[in-house]
């Protein structure tokens, strides 16, 4: 069994994974000693862990977790993955944006595929031939919801909503159809533009708030299980098969 921790923007979240598959995922606003030993205590079968993030407390968690008794792969621009990577500045990629596209070439097999993962921000990323192009990077959906709350004067704090309408008929009912159909038009955008170059491409929806784009949008796939964290395990496990002292 493996440890996988993404610290994200907002939430540190871990899934204890078994042959591949999450048994347990779990959120912390902050990941502390006493939920790494929790956890080993748990599971005692967990021997690894990978640890990535797109922020600074990588080496924080990583040591708590050695503390447990893992052995810890620390996940930067350089750890060795499954996939090419035609990215032009590796050290500036986001590791979830990366773990993301090993997730859907190594486990769903989608060798040209467009992803789009809904978190705090919407990332719209391009894989062909098995290798990361590249992408987009735009506000998520709870991040307009908040920004058009907080930088104007009467505007209410909305939800996401699955309530398809062609026009709002109140103001609240404007910003939830303004902000859901604003994103689904841009995502449909997205994909007729890079159709156009590669008719082949299947479309591969994860994150938190993806569950609201599935009916939305036409031939989107619903990835089953959270992208990142599979793609995370399989980084883990490349790089064990690979070269054992990493650890």
Do not use: W
């Given at each position: 069994?493996?440890?996988?921790?993404?610290?994200?923007?907002?939430?540190?979240?871990?899934?204890?994974?078994?042959?591949?598959?999450?048994?347990?995922v779990?959120?912390?606003?902050?990941?502390?000693?006493?939920?790494?030993?929790?956890?080993?205590?748990?599971?005692?079968?967990?021997?690894?862990?990978?640890?990535?993030?797109?922020?600074?407390?990588?080496?924080?968690?990583?040591?708590?977790?050695?503390?447990?008794?893992?052995?810890?792969?620390?996940?930067?621009?350089?750890?060795?993955?499954?996939?090419?990577?035609?990215?032009?500045?590796?050290?500036?990629?986001?590791?979830?944006?990366?773990?993301?596209?090993?997730?859907?070439?190594?486990?769903?097999?989608?060798?040209?595929?467009?992803?789009?993962?809904?978190?705090?921000?919407?990332?719209?990323?391009?894989?062909?031939g098995?290798?990361?192009?590249?992408?987009?990077?735009?506000?998520?959906?709870?991040?307009?919801?908040?920004?058009?709350?907080?930088?104007?004067?009467?505007?209410?704090?909305?939800?996401?909503?699955?309530?398809?309408?062609?026009?709002?008929?109140?103001?609240?009912?404007?910003?939830?159809?303004?902000?859901?159909?604003g994103?689904?038009?841009?995502?449909?955008?997205?994909?007729?533009?890079?159709?156009?170059?590669?008719?082949?491409?299947?479309?591969?929806?994860?994150?938190?708030?993806?569950?609201?784009?599935?009916?939305?949008?036409?031939?989107?796939?619903?990835?089953?299980?959270?992208?990142?964290?599979?793609?995370?395990?399989?980084?883990?496990?490349?790089?064990?098969?690979?070269?054992?002292?990493?650890?």
């Amino acid at each position: 069994m493996n440890l996988v921790v993404d610290i994200g923007n907002s939430l540190i979240k871990t899934a204890v994974m078994d042959g591949g598959e999450a048994v347990d995922v779990r959120r912390y606003e902050i990941f502390e000693r006493e939920d790494a030993m929790a956890l080993a205590a748990e599971y005692p079968s967990l021997e690894r862990a990978i640890v990535a993030s797109t922020g600074q407390d990588t080496a924080r968690v990583a040591a708590i977790l050695r503390e447990a008794g893992l052995r810890v792969l620390e996940m930067s621009h350089s750890t060795a993955v499954p996939i090419g990577n035609g990215y032009r500045t590796p050290q500036t990629l986001g590791v979830d944006r990366l773990a993301a596209a090993v997730g859907a070439v190594c486990v769903m097999g989608c060798r040209d595929c467009v992803i789009v993962d809904f978190g705090t921000a919407i990332t719209i990323d391009l894989v062909e031939g098995g290798v990361f192009r590249g992408g987009n990077i735009s506000p998520g959906v709870r991040t307009r919801f908040r920004a058009l709350h907080d930088y104007t004067e009467r505007l209410p704090e909305c939800e996401p909503t699955e309530e398809q309408l062609a026009i709002g008929g109140t103001t609240r009912e404007a910003i939830e159809q303004g902000v859901m159909q604003g994103i689904t038009h841009e995502i449909e955008g997205y994909i007729r533009d890079f159709m156009q170059s590669n008719a082949k491409l299947s479309l591969i929806f994860t994150g938190g708030d993806a569950k609201y784009f599935v009916k939305r949008i036409k031939n989107a796939i619903f990835a089953k299980c959270d992208l990142v964290f599979c793609g995370l395990n399989t980084i883990l496990e490349y790089n064990a098969s690979i070269e054992e002292d990493i650890f």
